[in-house]
């Protein structure tokens, strides 16, 4: 069973960065891909960018220029960065697996 855990949340002014964690434990992280996800208040959890694990990217058109997804397999760690923050990417930012594994969440908070 894979166990994610995320950090790096936070509070930011609009245009400033942050960058996520997101560290796998219990499995071989290789053979997965991983996804950040984000759930703003009221809203359904939307899909924000992918790492495959031949390290293939793909992003939500709200994040493309912005964000970048990369992934360390030596270390197990998915990383997000996220540049030119605005207050509409603040949210809870879920870590995934593509087997269905879920992290904790970690809030990021983006002020105007």
């Known amino acids: 069973q894979v166990q994610l855990v995320e950090s790096g949340g936070g509070l930011v002014q609009s245009g400033g960065s942050l960058r996520l964690s997101c560290t796998a434990s219990g499995t071989v992280f290789t053979f997965y891909t991983m996804d950040w996800y984000r759930q703003a208040p009221g809203k359904q959890r939307e899909l924000v960018a992918t790492a495959t694990m031949r390290g293939a990217t793909n992003y939500a058109n709200s994040v493309k220029g912005r964000f970048t997804i990369s992934r360390d397999n030596g270390e197990n760690t998915i990383y997000l960065q996220m540049n030119g923050l605005k207050p509409e990417d603040t949210g809870v930012y879920y870590c995934?697996?593509?087997?269905?594994?879920w992290g904790q969440g970690i809030q990021v908070t983006v002020s105007s």
């Open positions: 995934h697996t593509n087997l269905g594994s």
